[in-house]
């Protein structure tokens, strides 16, 4: 179904759904720069969307492109066109970007951001590693930031720092963000920050700046459901000013328990290493550090705590739906290209859902066209 819509009438509705500018950005950004020949912007994209939307191989993609008269080129040119179209591709995610967030009317006084990121391998045991960082509006379920970096080197780790913080903003995150400069960065900003505690890999301190004794705190909390809340510092091993904020802890299950202490057994085993008692101990409790005021309750942050889910299952539906899960090129600049490429069809199939939710039963949009006047 997706590969005959590709190439039939849908195509015009397809085209419906495109960033306002997408013409203007082809050649703002120099895509058909240097092209001899099938320099139209729609059977260009229409080209790359046949590689990048289908997973044709570059092969079957040129083969399919010549049948339909969109354009008569080898692999290898069509190699080139996408490392020339990367920041087409690029500029159109953006776009795509600032249209939804313009178009989003905001349904709470708190503008909700749940932070993550994800890694795309090439193929192969040798293969180029990159992460792709990434924020999602909520209740809108939207994109309105992401980043693309390398794996490997300095910055390039998940962290807050990556993104755009603007004051009122509440950002919620994994414990990969549990860090000090994460937290410091969204507090200097004037926005707030809920993220999963990483207890071995963080300094807390208690209200009159000495160690926080998290230990004897978290033993208390025997029952299932029990829920604790205490006033901490994020503190930094540097002497920069600790962060002020509240834990929020809740004991789990038996059953979560057992799983997460046989998890725990089965990665120290796996690196040959002593388990740490105090993992076992951390395994028994979720435990949010927030920098969000009174107004939340610790119950309100720990059901906040659990929407970050939402963002596993975009990732999830990425590399399922949009074949995200592997980066099958060479080069770095195709790379990147292949990457926002994928990111494009993503958030468009995004678009095209919300709008099926609320066109009309025949599935599009009727033309905007003068009705006729009568005369009289």
Not at 227 to 249: E, I, K, M, N, Y
Not at 272 to 293: H, S
């Amino acid at each position: 179904m997706i590969e005959s819509n590709l190439m039939d009438e849908d195509w015009s509705l397809l085209l419906s759904m495109m960033p306002r500018r997408w013409r203007q950005l082809a050649r703002e950004t120099n895509a058909l720069k240097g092209l001899r020949q099938d320099k139209g912007e729609a059977n260009y994209l229409r080209t790359l969307l046949l590689h990048l939307g289908c997973g044709y191989s570059l092969r079957e993609t040129v083969v399919r492109a010549r049948e339909a008269k969109l354009a008569d080129l080898s692999d290898v040119a069509l190699l080139k066109r996408l490392r020339k179209s990367k920041d087409w591709l690029h500029a159109l995610c953006c776009e795509l970007f600032e249209e939804q967030a313009h178009l989003a009317q905001p349904t709470t006084d708190d503008s909700l951001r749940i932070i993550d990121a994800t890694l795309i391998q090439e193929p192969g045991p040798t293969g180029s590693c990159w992460r792709i960082h990434y924020s999602l509006q909520w209740p809108q379920l939207k994109c309105d930031y992401f980043k693309l970096t390398s794996a490997q080197g300095e910055g390039t780790g998940e962290s807050l720092t990556h993104f755009t913080v603007a004051k009122g903003e509440h950002l919620l995150a994994d414990r990969g963000y549990s860090h000090y400069a994460s937290v410091q960065h969204v507090a200097a900003h004037g926005a707030w920050v809920t993220v999963r505690l990483n207890p071995q890999g963080v300094r807390l301190l208690g209200e009159q700046a000495d160690l926080f004794p998290l230990d004897r705190h978290l033993r208390r909390l025997q029952k299932t459901g029990e829920v604790g809340c205490w006033a901490v510092q994020f503190a930094d091993s540097t002497g920069q000013p600790p962060v002020a904020g509240r834990l929020c802890v809740i004991r789990k299950t038996k059953a979560s328990i057992a799983k997460a202490h046989a998890k725990a057994r089965r990665q120290a085993s796996r690196i040959c290493r002593k388990l740490d008692p105090r993992t076992l101990l951390y395994a028994q409790y979720v435990i949010v550090f927030t920098t969000a005021p009174a107004r939340f309750t610790p119950g309100d942050i720990l059901e906040i705590y659990r929407l970050r889910w939402q963002i596993e299952l975009i990732f999830k539906r990425f590399k399922q739906l949009a074949q995200l899960g592997h980066l099958p090129k060479e080069d770095e600049e195709s790379s990147k290209a292949w990457l926002y490429g994928k990111l494009f069809v993503a958030l468009l199939t995004e678009r095209l859902v919300r709008q099926a939710e609320s066109f009309s039963p025949w599935g599009y949009e009727l033309a905007r066209t003068a009705l006729p006047k009568p005369l009289a």
